[in-house]
Nanobody, 124 residues
Framework: QVQLAESGGGLVQTGGSLRLSCVAS????????MAWFRQAPGKERAFVAA????????LYADSVKGRFTISRDNAKNAVYLQMNSLKPEDTAVYYC?????????????????WGQGTQVTISL
């Protein structure tokens, strides 16, 4: 069993930056691929970024490429999302997710474990 806890959300102006953190419980964190998703009001949850457990390969949604960076620190059981050049359309609740068996399943939204989310609001 893995529990995920996100933090770092908040209110920032357009063009600003935020760094989200997701800390996982459990001793096998390094064997889990991790991802970030977001859900804006009235919209379905959408993939943002993912990082594999084996070689740290990363994948990004087109809408965040070049602005967001996902990283992980296995010693701290943590995954991060550095968000730069934020736009109002980035406003959403951001969730982290974990999957031990399938990176592709994780990216498609089928992660085994999910956090409770952290609110990110970008003002004009």
């Amino acid at each position: 069993q893995v529990q995920l806890a996100e933090s770092g959300g908040g209110l920032v102006q357009t063009g600003g930056s935020l760094r989200l953190s997701c800390v996982a419980s459990g001793r096998t964190f390094s064997t889990y691929s991790m991802a970030w998703f977001r859900q804006a009001p009235g919209k379905e949850r959408a993939f943002v970024a993912a990082i594999s457990w084996a070689v740290g390969s990363t994948l990004y949604a087109d809408s965040v490429k070049g602005r967001f960076t996902i990283s992980r620190d296995n010693a701290k059981n943590a995954v991060y999302l550095q968000m730069n050049s934020l736009k109002p359309e980035d406003t959403a609740v951001y969730y982290c997710a974990a999957d031990q068996n399938s990176f592709s399943q994780l990216v498609r939204g089928g992660g085994d474990y999910w956090g409770q989310g952290t609110q990110v609001t970008i003002s004009l």
